[in-house]
């Protein structure tokens, strides 16, 4: 998955994605949505890990600069079934 927004609260915009099931983190991923962010291809999350066995986690999708501060927007959302 990957998000797609607008923000010109600044230029260097991150989202960190957490999905946990029961309470667990079982998903975590961070990916830079500007030009010159080194690793590009993580803006395209694949909602897997070996912790992830199946079902529905509860996610977390949180915007803010590099640096993690300030948080800019959330998103909440249940993934998977």
């Given at each position: 998955?990957?998000?797609?927004?607008?923000?010109?609260a600044?230029?260097t915009?991150?989202?960190?994605?957490l999905?946990?099931q029961?309470?667990?983190?079982?998903?975590?991923?961070?990916?830079?949505f500007?030009?010159?962010?080194?690793?590009?291809?993580?803006t395209?999350?694949?909602?897997?890990?070996?912790?992830?066995?199946?079902?529905?986690?509860?996610?977390?999708?949180?915007?803010?600069?590099v640096g993690?501060?300030?948080?800019?927007?959330?998103?909440?959302?249940?993934?998977?079934?």
């Amino acid at each position: 998955m990957t998000f797609n927004f607008t923000t010109t609260a600044t230029d260097t915009p991150t989202v960190t994605l957490l999905c946990s099931q029961n309470g667990v983190d079982v998903y975590g991923a961070t990916g830079g949505f500007y030009p010159s962010y080194p690793w590009p291809w993580t803006t395209h999350m694949q909602l897997y890990s070996t912790s992830w066995q199946g079902g529905a986690a509860y996610c977390t999708a949180t915007l803010t600069p590099v640096g993690g501060s300030p948080v800019l927007a959330t998103l909440k959302f249940t993934a998977g079934a």
